[in-house]
C-alpha cells in the first residue's frame, strides 16, 4: 500500500477480473449505449471523447455502443458499423486511448434486422419513409426471421433464406475479425432486444417451420451458428459475451427457462459471460413486463449463472455502490454493468470506491490526477495553520503519489 492511500477495505466490486488472457482492474462495466453520431457508420471525435471520458473515471471495462456487422444492421442512419476494413483506424483510436487509461476496450456486435430503417432515439425510432429519401436518408428493406411488420406502422421485413442466413453469419465472424484488428479486448454479441438474433429466439417473431424455427432447438440456431462463427474468428485469448433477453417484454413468449437452455448451449461454444437484459418484443400472451425497479434484472444474471453454470453480468438500475457490491457478494452475478447512472457521473467508480472504503480509489484516475488530489487531500486534512508548512515538505507527498 503506498503511504498515502487509505486503509482498505476488500471488495468485490474493485476487484480485479481475469477473463481468458485479458484481466480488468474491478467489475465496474460501462454497458453498451448507442449514440445516434456515427458518420457512415464510423466512430467521430464524440465517441473518442465519451468512451474516453468512462476510461477516465475508473470503469474496469468501457463497452462501445452496438455496432452493426453490415450497413443495413443498423437501426439508423447514425448508428455504428464495422462493415469495412478502411474503419479499423477510427476505431483503433478509441481502443488505445480506453486501455491507455487503464480500462479493457469492449465492443458489442449486433444487427438490428426488423428493427432498422428507423430515426434516432429522439425521434422514438419512428420507420424512415420515402419522404425521407430527400434528405439522404432512404428507408431499407429489412430482414428478419419471418417476415413481420415490427410494430405498428412498419412495412413488413423480409424472412432470411438460407443464402441470406450464411451471409449475416459470415458477417458477424468478418466485424469480430475487425474488432480484434482495431485492438478492442472483449466482444459481445447482441442476442437482446428485440434485434435480429432475438428475433430468432422468440416463437412471437419467428413463426418459421424449417430448421431455424419449429422448435426452441430451431430457434436458437442462428444464435448459435453466430457464436461459432464469432468464436472461431475472435482470438482464443479475447472473452466472449452474449447479451441476452431473458425474458421477452409484455405478452412475450420467450422465457427465462428458454434463456436458461440458451446460456448452456453458449457455454458449450466458448461463451465466457452471458450479460442479462430483458425486454425488446411484445406479443399478446400474460407475460408480464419486468417491472423497472433498482437491480430489476439481477434475478435473471442469478437464476442463469447458477442454472447454466455460466459467469453472468448483471445490469439495469444499478446505480448504488452498496447493491452493486451486494449482488457480486451474494454471488449473483460476476461483473455489474451501468449505463444511465453513468452518463449521469462518468467517474462513479471512483466514487464508488471511495463509498465502499476502497483506500487506493484515486488510483482509479489517471496518475497525474491522483497526484493531484492525494496532494489536496494530504493539505486538506491539517489544521489551517500548518498548511505553509506541509507544502514546504510537498516532495514527501509527491512521494507518497
Ligand atoms: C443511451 C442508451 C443507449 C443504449 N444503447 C444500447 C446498446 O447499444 N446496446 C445494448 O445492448 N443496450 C443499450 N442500452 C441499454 C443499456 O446498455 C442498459 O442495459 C440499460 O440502460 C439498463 O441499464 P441502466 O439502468 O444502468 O441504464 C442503451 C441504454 C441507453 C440509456
Excluded at 194 to 223: C, E, K, W
Excluded at 233 to 249: E, I, Q, T
Excluded at 343 to 357: I, Q, T, Y
Aim: aromatic content about 8%; some cysteine; overall charge neutral.
Amino acid at each position: 500500500m503506498k503511504k498515502s492511500d487509505k486503509a482498505n477495505v476488500p471488495t468485490r466490486l474493485f476487484s480485479p477480473v481475469a477473463l481468458r488472457g485479458i484481466s480488468a482492474r474491478n467489475r465496474v462495466v460501462v454497458s453498451p449505449m448507442c449514440q445516434y453520431r456515427s458518420v457512415d457508420g464510423s466512430p467521430t471525435d464524440w465517441h473518442l471523447v465519451n468512451s474516453g471520458r468512462y476510461a477516465i473515471g475508473g470503469a474496469g471495462i468501457v463497452f462501445y455502443e452496438e455496432t452493426a456487422v453490415e450497413a443495413r444492421g443498423r437501426k439508423s442512419y447514425g448508428c455504428a458499423s464495422i462493415e469495412r476494413d478502411g474503419q479499423i483506424p477510427a476505431y483503433r483510436r478509441i481502443t488505445d486511448f480506453i486501455r491507455a487509461m487503464g480500462a479493457v476496450p469492449a465492443i458489442q456486435l449486433g444487427h438490428s434486422g426488423a428493427k432498422g430503417s428507423v430515426k434516432g432515439a429522439m425521434d422514438e425510432w419512428t420507420p424512415l419513409t420515402a419522404g425521407d429519401a430527400a434528405a439522404g436518408l432512404a428507408p431499407w428493406q429489412t430482414i428478419s426471421a419471418s417476415a413481420h411488420p415490427f410494430g405498428t406502422g412498419r412495412p413488413p421485413s423480409t424472412a432470411m433464406d438460407q443464402g441470406e442466413i450464411d451471409r449475416v453469419v459470415a458477417a458477424f465472424a468478418a466485424a469480430a475479425a475487425r474488432s480484434h484488428a482495431a485492438g478492442f479486448d472483449i466482444c459481445e454479441i447482441h442476442g437482446a432486444h428485440g434485434y435480429l438474433i432475438h428475433q430468432f429466439l422468440s416463437p412471437v417473431t419467428n413463426t418459421r417451420a424449417d430448421r431455424y424455427g419449429a422448435d426452441r432447438a430451431g430457434r436458437m440456431r442462428f444464435a448459435l451458428e453466430v457464436t461459432e462463427a464469432v468464436r472461431a474468428a475472435w482470438p482464443a485469448h479475447k472473452p466472449l459475451f452474449f447479451r441476452v433477453s431473458a425474458r421477452d417484454g409484455r405478452g412475450g413468449l420467450w422465457d427465462i427457462d428458454d434463456s436458461v437452455a440458451l446460456a448452456g448451449a453458449l457455454k458449450e461454444r466458448g461463451v465466457d459471460v452471458v450479460d442479462c437484459s430483458s425486454g425488446g418484443i411484445t406479443g399478446t400472451s400474460s407475460m408480464p413486463v419486468v417491472p423497472r425497479v433498482p437491480g430489476y434484472q439481477v434475478e435473471f444474471a442469478r437464476r442463469i449463472k447458477q442454472a447454466a453454470g455460466v459467469p453472468t453480468m448483471a445490469v439495469g438500475l444499478i446505480t448504488e455502490p452498496a447493491q452493486a457490491e451486494a449482488i457480486l457478494q451474494a454471488g449473483d452475478a460476476d461483473l455489474i454493468a451501468l449505463a444511465r447512472e453513468l452518463m449521469f457521473n462518468a467517474d462513479w467508480p471512483v466514487h464508488a470506491a471511495k463509498a465502499l472504503g476502497h483506500g487506493a480509489y484515486l488510483s482509479l484516475l489517471p496518475p497525474d490526477f491522483a497526484f493531484r488530489l492525494h496532494r489536496r487531500d494530504e493539505v486538506g486534512r491539517l489544521p489551517f495553520n500548518q498548511v505553509g508548512a506541509s507544502l514546504a515538505h510537498a516532495d514527501a507527498l509527491v512521494e507518497s503519489t
